[in-house]
Every structure is written in C-alpha cells, then in structure tokens.
C-alpha cells in the first residue's frame, strides 16, 4: 500500500474512533427523558370517535391514541395478510414453530405479540 493510502486509512479510521467516543458519551447521560404535550387535537379526537375508535393511554409513556377494535379480531389465520391487524400466535412459543393464529383484537401499537407468517411462528416482540 502506498504511503499516502496509508494515511488517508488511518486518518480515517481516527475519524471513526473520535465519531464513535463523543456518540457513547451522549448516551451515558443518565437524564430521563421527558415527553411534553401528550394531548390529541380536538379535531383527532373527533375523528377518532367518529370512526368507532376510543380514546385511550397507549403505552408506558400514557400517549392518548385512537384504538379501534377490528372485526376479524380472534379470527383464525396463518398470516397476517388475512387480517385486518395481524395475525398473531395465542401463546407464546418458539419462533419457527407451525402454528395456526389470530387476527389481532386492535390497533394498539404497544405490548407484546408474536406475530403468525406463513404459518410460522416468528420471534416474540414487546413494543413500547
């Protein structure tokens, strides 16, 4: 390699380490995070209550969210293409497994699932 590729390399790669020490000190702060104006329109609300929806604290952040109960919901199915929400799995199981699902009850955002794909069970997920 040649003297001038040589540099570029390591100035390169001094770039990277400085990048990457001053992004690890942004994460050390310990400070909470703090999420302000957690309030729907009016105009949200209305739409959303007007649509069938109802008005509730979704996740552990207590975001005011419009749920809507699907039709399908404890349906049978084996992918979520067959649903209105997703297809998920009753219980719990390994990912990977044949399994026969449900189409979801809701379009609440937050919790845990495993979702059902072709009829196989994918990795449990908790969203929040």
């Not at 020490?21 to 999420?35: A, G, N, V, Y």
């Not at 952040?61 to 084996?78: E, L």
């Not at 609440?108 to 449990?124: A, R």
Request: charged share 20%.
């Amino acid at each position: 390699m040649k003297f001038k590729q040589v540099v570029w390399v390591g100035i390169f790669i001094g770039l990277i380490i400085v990048a990457g020490c001053s992004i690890s000190e942004e994460i050390k702060d310990d400070k909470p995070i703090i999420i302000e104006n957690l309030e729907m329109s009016e105009a949200d609300k209305l739409a959303c209550l007007n649509s069938g929806g109802t008005i509730k604290k979704a996740c552990m952040a207590g975001i005011p969210t419009c749920i809507r109960t699907y039709q399908d919901a404890g349906k049978k199915c084996s992918s979520s293409k067959e649903c209105q929400g997703i297809c998920v799995t009753p219980v719990e199981l390994s990912a990977g497994v044949k399994t026969e699902g449900v189409c979801s009850a809701n379009n609440n955002p937050c919790g845990c699932f495993q979702e059902v794909d072709s009829g196989i069970s994918q990795p449990f997920l908790c969203v929040d």
